[in-house]
Each structure stands twice: as structure tokens, then as C-alpha cells.
């Protein structure tokens, strides 16, 4: 996009009444948690998108949480999933026997911490 392009939306945007820089700065600080957290999880997810890839109910998805299995992050008003969480659990409940119990008991002890 060229200066005068982008000289246009800006002047387009303003004319609409949408400032072209917000003049409340918190949605910079939002965006950045959100893009620290994203990161540090490998990824944030919806709870419907956790229950699909665990093969679970959203409802169960949310007692997870309680449980302390799933760590639950607030962004843009949207509760979210670590996906490094749910990978973790959708491979422990993949394992069985005393392995898939071991892991499980460990996950549950991790993620409660």
C-alpha cells in the first residue's frame, strides 16, 4: 500500500468518526498479554475447540478446569484454553494402563500447582 493509499483510509476512517490512533491505550497492553500468553502456551483455543480435540462436552471441558486440568485464560472477554495443555491431555488419555494413569496423575498435580 502506498503513503497516499494509506493517507486515504486514515483520512476515510477520521471522516467516519473512527479515530486512526485510539487515544485509550489499553487495548495495546490487551493485545500484547494476550500475544505473551499465546506464546508462553503454545497457543490459545476456545473451550469448544478443547472439546472437540478431546472428545469431550464443552460442559466437561469446564470441569476440567475446576479440577485444576485446564488453566483458563480471559481474553477480549473470551475464556480460553492453553492448547499446550490440552496436547498434553489428548496424549494421556491416548496412553493406557499405568502409563496413562501415571501421566494423568502427573498432569493433574502440574496443572493444579
Known amino acids: 500500500m502506498s ?9 476515510q476512517l477520521t471522516l467516519a468518526g473512527i479515530p486512526a490512533a485510539p ?3 489499553s487495548w495495546l497492553t490487551q493485545l500484547r498479554d494476550y500475544q505473551r500468553e499465546s506464546r508462553e ?3 490459545l483455543i476456545l473451550k469448544a475447540q478443547a472439546a472437540a480435540l478431546l472428545e469431550v462436552s464443552t460442559p466437561r471441558v469446564d470441569q476440567m478446569v475446576k ?3 485446564l488453566q483458563e485464560f480471559t481474553h477480549f472477554k473470551k475464556n480460553l484454553i492453553s492448547a ?21 496423575s502427573a498432569l493433574k498435580a502440574t496443572f493444579k500447582g
Open 3 to 11: 503513503g497516499g493509499a494509506n493517507e486515504t483510509v486514515l483520512q
Open 23 to 25: 487515544t485509550d491505550r
Open 41 to 43: 502456551q503454545d497457543g
Open 67 to 69: 479440577a485444576g486440568l
Open 84 to 104: 499446550r495443555q490440552v496436547e498434553a491431555l489428548f496424549r494421556a488419555k491416548r496412553t493406557t494402563g499405568t502409563a496413562g494413569s501415571l501421566i494423568s
